[in-house]
């Protein structure tokens, strides 16, 4: 700058730096569109336009899901931090972000023409639909048509379904898959407190001591239930986890006390639990003084002749029944009874049997008698295995026995009511209990139903005993609605609709712990697809039962459904569509719009439909005292035989959900195989079987083709098969031997023989 | 570099003041590395803190290079003036 | 001039074992490389400041040209210097501290539950474990690899700006797809690890990061709510 030499020397020119400081802005503001966002801040994976709440499609824990969309696709699923779960989601939940777009959807109807399956219009579809309908009930009467729904449903569309048929067309002939699934829970609660549905919620998973597991593989079959009780004992490492399950399973491995039963003697097993609590005084005198009745089939009984029922269960004897020790009886009983709070978990293990129903209620049984109840941390908890069975079927009554909110079809008070609430004439409603599920397909073999609407399940596959009740399927006249084709439903079909799936649809869905909560529409259906609503409303005006069925949008079924709850003890009126897009999700009862829910039922103070001053209040129950029930073990059909010498159980795998028509298609999961016998190395000795050969598994109802899976997980004398894949299907062996009370087949226990397939 | 400049005073016989460039931007060296020090100071003395890691990391270090980057700039331009480079 | 350089270097020895004696009292006998790179620095920086104040602003007159010269490379060049590399050191390793995170309130309540023996949180479980032994918020927020230290120190970086502008948003969330990486690193060799058929299944996923190991083991921190909750 003194002299001409300076400029050049300089370490850098003004012009230089204007330069640099333009280019670097340039490059700044040009970054996001060069690729290396990267070089500001971590990028997602996957790009996402926005995010919406919902709920996931799977499992009845009901997870919620932040759903993340771009250019109007389901591009990305994450679990939803504010929901109960946590922002926890399982494999199967991470996986819905696949399932919409699946190569299976089913994009238009079908009509079977000369034997094959065509496409057809909506209209050709609905207008032979309703006039098969109508031809069957003009012809042999309204029992001759039925309705076989699912838990997967939403909460509108089984209460639109249920409505058409019992008080449209007037046939009780509505069931469900959750007759397959749950309703032995159902019969377990309502004979102990008269009403169904747990009285408690995910959240005593964080004050419970002692977790007893029993019938349930939870860390494969509910995970995200699992982490939380996972995440109680990694907080409180003196908390214990008792499992009862005959196989060795991943949750077994947590566990401080497995009892390894032999399949179907729970009964047992719990009777004997409360032997020791008789004898060791852990029984809560003031619960049995006042807030408990006992009974034994029809007959009242008194606390002393429950002590008498119970001393033929010592430990010692069950010990032989249970093939279990009896210090390991005496221990998980101990554990149970002495724990500040024991939360009792269970699902398909206890209610698929012949016995369901009374393992449910000894369940409840022993919270009951030990005191272990309606405080939080100490409750029984059954978990569910479809995300809208409880809210959808059980609360609305969508099953062949029920009406609405508890009522039965038997009891005249309750179709009276029923009627004045829908609007129809008295004696509308019938007071024939309709045909359960196996009932229902089997009427359809033997020729007295002649038309079935099935919808959003897949019973070709989900029956026991499949040979004989696919015949019956293929005889009757079957409507299948589904998202999915082919499925083992959809190829016995003659009319076939495609449905509307998960966000595709707007609706309530009813988890596990009384949850309603909403799964918003976010997208359009693939091409002709329409939700399950749409196609009862049209299949309700082409019968002629539009004026029954005023209510057309999901949230105006919801709040004609929600005010008709107001006449019940399930009362959720004041959950609103509103509420439900604000909040993830409310427990019932909910009386009004400012109520927060409830947690724990039957606690006066904090269930509002419980009254007094008391510990409890069961208003289920005309007496206000919960049933405590006098069972037996009994013994079990389709016994082992030198014939068939093994029992195969049955049950699910962590990456698959039922039948596979979902996850089988993701793909992230469909490399992942179920099709395999898991046998003890000892009987696989006696048999000569080896790992991974094929084996031919034979049961008094037919045989199906496996791999063997040499395994010290099952007990010896047991084999697992499970029921996911249609490639081999399970229930072609299982048997159709079901509970009394319930009707639910017991998929758990029957009798089979293994050989090794010829060369 | 201290040993060159020895040699080239030697070598010319005579010491030659430095530009006034030179001087300049020796001067403005000696601010920068006694402004980049007492950042970098403060910051060490006192440990992580917001302001202080901002203040010792992202101003003191940059004043510093600029300091060094200036000295070297400087020593070249001194050399260069004299024929030496 | 001898005294001039007498005096700087006792000041030098005299900050460089005071400060690394300050630095050896918090952390028990053991002097750790973080002490020893910040006592240098220290030092360095005291020497230099001093050095240059004398040279340029009380001495300059009295200094002959070329002692002049030889003072300015040592205070001009040769102890920023050393200061960088110190600093830098110190910064590089000291970032990678618990204390260092925690030193923003915005970390407290993350390294409260960290270390809280009864969270169930991943966090608290790796650290109570002792499944990591030090520097457990560095081990799995940084990727393995030179890579990782880079988008270590950028996040760093962007953390700072957001807080000295205080544009963070409340509650904050951690930016973009976590890296399993970092996780199966650790986990993929074990039987506990690749007995879980899902887990061999998505391999792919995991490689990509499309499907995170916290979705289903998380979450790894407490939620936004029950930080709010946690705090007073």
Known sequence: MIDGTDESTRFISRRDLLKLAGTSACAACLLPLTGCENLWKRQPAIAVDRWEKGVCRFCGTGCGVTIGLRDNKVVDVKGDEEAHNRGRLCIKGLATRDILYSPSRLLHPMIRKNGDLERATWNEAMELVAQRFKDAIETFGPDSVAFYGSGQLLTEESYTANKLFKAGIGTNNVDGNPRLCMASAVTGYTSTFGKDEPPGCYEDIDSADCFFITGSNTLECHPIIWERIQDRKRSRPGATIIVVDPRRTFTTLHADLHLQIIPGTDVALYNAMMQVFVERHFIDRDMVDRYLSFQEGDRPRSFVDFKTHLARYSPERVADICGVSAAAIREAAFLFASSKATMSLWTMGLNQQVQGTASNRLVCAMHLLTGQFGRPGATPFSLTGQPNACGGVRDTGSLAHALPNGRVVTNPTHRQEMEDLWNVPRGRLSAKPGLHAVALFDAMARGSVKCCLIMCTNPGQTLPDLNAYRRGMEKAFLVVVDAFHPTETTIVADVVLPAALWVEKEGVKGNGERRYHLSPKLVDPPSEARSDLEILVELADRLGQGQLITARTPQEVWDEWRKISAHSEYNFEGITYERLKQERGLLWPCPSETHPGTKRRYVPGEDPLATGNGRFDFYGKPDRRATIWLDHQEDLPDPCTPEFPLLLNTGRILEHWHTMTITGQTPTLRSIHPDYLEIHPYDAHVLTIRDGEPVIVTSRRGEIELRARVTEIVRPGTVFATMHSARHLVNQATQAAHDPFSKQPAYKRCAVSVRRKAV | ?85 | MSRLVFILLTILMEVGSCASSTQAAGTGDMVTSVAVFRAIGIAAALVGIALLFLVQYVYRSRLSHGMYHRLLLIGVFLLPLATTWSTSATVMEGTKSVEACNSCHVMHPFVNDMTNPTSPTLAARHYRNNWIAKDQCYACHVTYGITGTLEGKRDGFRHWVHYITNTYPDPIRFVGSYDNANCLACHQQTEKWSRVNSHRALLGEFATDRIACITCHGPPHPLPKERRAQQP
């Open chain 2, 1 to 85: 570099m201290g040993e060159q400049k020895d040699v080239l005073y030697e070598h010319q016989q005579e010491p030659r003041p430095a530009s006034a460039w030179v001087t300049r931007q020796l001067t403005l060296a000696v601010d920068c590395a006694i402004a980049g020090l007492v950042c970098v100071l403060l910051f060490l003395w006192h440990g992580f803190g917001a302001w202080t890691m901002g203040l010792g990391t992202f101003v003191g270090i940059p004043l510093l290079l600029i300091a060094m980057a200036l000295y070297i700039s400087a020593v070249i331009t001194d050399l260069k003036t004299r024929g030496a480079l």
